[in-house]
């Protein structure tokens, strides 16, 4: 289903919608609700991983992927608990419904960079060479 998606509009309209639990968390909705937005925003966020591991493998050169994939990674797991310490510090120094109201703010504001970022726009583009897949291969999946 997924292939014939154009690439960037799946990608910034799931990061946008992967965002809407924020905004539940700063209106500090019941219990029931914010567990449907969960939900929601994980359906919504499930596209983004794979689509991105397409577009690496599409572009990255064979005998480079391995030192790429490591150092996206790397720099993933990095910025993970960096960003927890500053969230603790930021709850600390403005309060929790104030740090979901920046986070959601600042989550707001780089997806829709997605939107207007031309070098963005590249996503749509397969490159010369990309792995295509035959239409019987689709069908038959």
Same mark, same amino acid.
């Given at each position: 289903?997924?292939?014939?998606?154009?690439?960037?509009?799946?990608?910034?309209?799931?990061?946008?919608?992967? #965002?809407?639990?924020?905004?539940?968390?700063? /209106?500090?909705? +019941?219990?029931?609700?914010? &567990? =449907? @937005? *969960? %939900?929601?925003?994980?359906?919504?966020?499930?596209?983004?991983?794979?689509?991105?591991?397409?577009?690496?493998?599409?572009?990255?050169?064979?005998?480079?992927?391995?030192?790429?994939? #490591?150092?996206?990674?790397?720099?993933?797991? /990095?910025?993970? +608990?960096?960003?927890?310490? &500053? =969230? @603790? *510090? %930021?709850?600390?120094?403005?309060?929790?419904?104030?740090?979901?109201?920046?986070?959601?703010?600042?989550?707001?504001?780089?997806?829709?960079?997605?939107?207007?970022?031309?070098?963005?726009?590249?996503?749509?583009?397969?490159?010369?060479?990309?792995?295509?897949?035959?239409?019987?291969?689709?069908? *038959?999946?």
């Amino acid at each position: 289903i997924g292939e014939g998606w154009p690439r960037l509009r799946t990608f910034a309209t799931c990061f946008l919608l992967s #965002g809407v639990l924020w905004w539940l968390f700063v /209106l500090q909705l +019941p219990l029931p609700v914010l &567990l =449907a @937005g *969960a %939900l929601a925003s994980g359906l919504a966020a499930g596209p983004i991983n794979p689509l991105l591991m397409t577009i690496f493998f599409e572009r990255v050169p064979t005998n480079l992927r391995g030192r790429i994939f #490591g150092i996206a990674n790397a720099m993933a797991w /990095l910025v993970m +608990p960096v960003g927890a310490v &500053l =969230a @603790g *510090a %930021l709850i600390e120094v403005v309060g929790l419904t104030a740090t979901f109201a920046l986070v959601a703010i600042a989550y707001l504001g780089v997806t829709l960079v997605a939107f207007v970022n031309p070098w963005l726009r590249e996503m749509d583009d397969r490159p010369a060479g990309a792995i295509e897949r035959p239409v019987e291969a689709v069908e *038959a999946s």
